[in-house]
């Protein structure tokens, strides 16, 4: 008899070999864990193979066959969603699979409407996103991991394509109450004996250093963070300054507290919101059309949950 097996019982079992948990498995995927148990022993039983060994202090752990199975099922998915993507192509129907992935700090101002907007638009489509700094978006991008991103031309290798949305100028984040925070632009020569709470992303945070470095200064880091949440909350809580080119309509921190954007003077060039993709993703219809949603949504005139002045 032909082996019998379906692709949802492979995700399962790549969700658990890769996190060792049965349980992140389950939250990953949005099932209960009975479900990812219950698919996993029907793969082990279809194919005669005991993929995990049980140890208590360490969850799962994959047995000999079980990695030499996870490399496979892996494979077969890749070439499964390339299938599904292929036929959509063919058929001029938008659908199919869509892995979009989002700079951390834009992703809980922009990306839930651009988002529901575009699966309102195309039905078909099955998206999944993940947030991340901008090195793992351009790691999991090269991996294919991801088909495309919205985030900054921050280091874009070679390699991957960048189509440019939108420019957003850099401002300095202060409480109201601060001596600067009713001037109407501020040079870093201005800042370089005010605490700083640096957003201490990877890549990000050489663009907002090198607002001083270039002009000879370095800035007294007082605190840091990777969580814009969090050093918006600082900032309005008097903590000192930050620099930051999301603005989020409002100007209120996330406990509720006031906050100042005053323009960064002196030359650091503003940084360019877009989409990365690369070529294979480049051919692809349904990356082609968020691409076009992006461009009409997101421009020199509007940004979701935006101020751009």
């Known amino acids: 008899m032909p082996t019998r097996f379906t692709l949802r019982q492979l995700e399962y079992f790549v969700a658990v070999g890769e996190s060792g948990s049965v349980s992140q498995a389950a939250e990953k995927m949005n099932v209960s864990p009975p479900s990812v148990s219950a698919s996993i022993q029907q793969l082990e039983s279809e194919f005669g193979i005991q993929f995990f060994v049980r140890k208590h202090a360490q969850g799962l752990t994959l047995t000999s066959g079980g990695r030499q199975f996870l490399t496979r099922a892996k494979e077969m998915l890749v070439s499964a969603e390339g299938l599904s993507s292929f036929a959509s192509d063919i058929s001029s129907k938008v659908g199919g ?11 809980p101002v922009i990306l839930p409407e651009v988002r529901q907007q575009f699966q309102h638009r195309y039905g078909d489509v099955e998206v999944r996103q993940i947030e991340a700094d901008q090195a793992q978006l351009l790691d999991r991008l090269q991996s294919a991991e991801l088909d495309v991103c919205l ?20 401002f300095v984040m202060l409480p109201p109450s601060h ?10 020569e201005q ?11 990877p890549i990000s945070n050489d663009y907002f250093l090198s607002a001083f470095r270039t002009a000879g200064l370095k800035p007294v880091i007082a605190e840091r963070s990777q969580d814009l949440a969090l050093v918006r909350s600082m900032v309005a809580n008097g903590y000192g300054y930050s620099l930051a080119n999301i603005r989020a309509r409002g ?15 002196g030359g650091l060039r503003s940084l360019r919101l877009g989409l990365v993709y690369g070529r294979e993703g ?11 949603h992006c461009r009409e949504m997101i421009n020199a005139t509007s940004v979701p949950g935006m101020t751009l002045v």
């Open 97 to 107: 699979p869509l892995h979009i992935g989002c700079l951390t700090t834009v992703a």
């Open 151 to 170: 985030t900054y031309d921050l280091g874009i290798p070679a390699n991957l394509q960048f189509v440019p949305l939108v420019e957003l100028p850099t």
């Open 179 to 188: 001596r600067l925070a009713g001037d109407g632009g501020i040079a870093p």
């Open 191 to 201: 800042l370089i004996d005010e605490p700083m709470v640096l957003l201490d992303l």
């Open 251 to 265: 100007d209120i921190s996330p406990d509720g507290k006031p906050l100042k954007y005053v323009p960064l003077l």
């Open 282 to 292: 480049k051919r692809r219809q349904v990356v082609q059309a968020f691409v076009d």
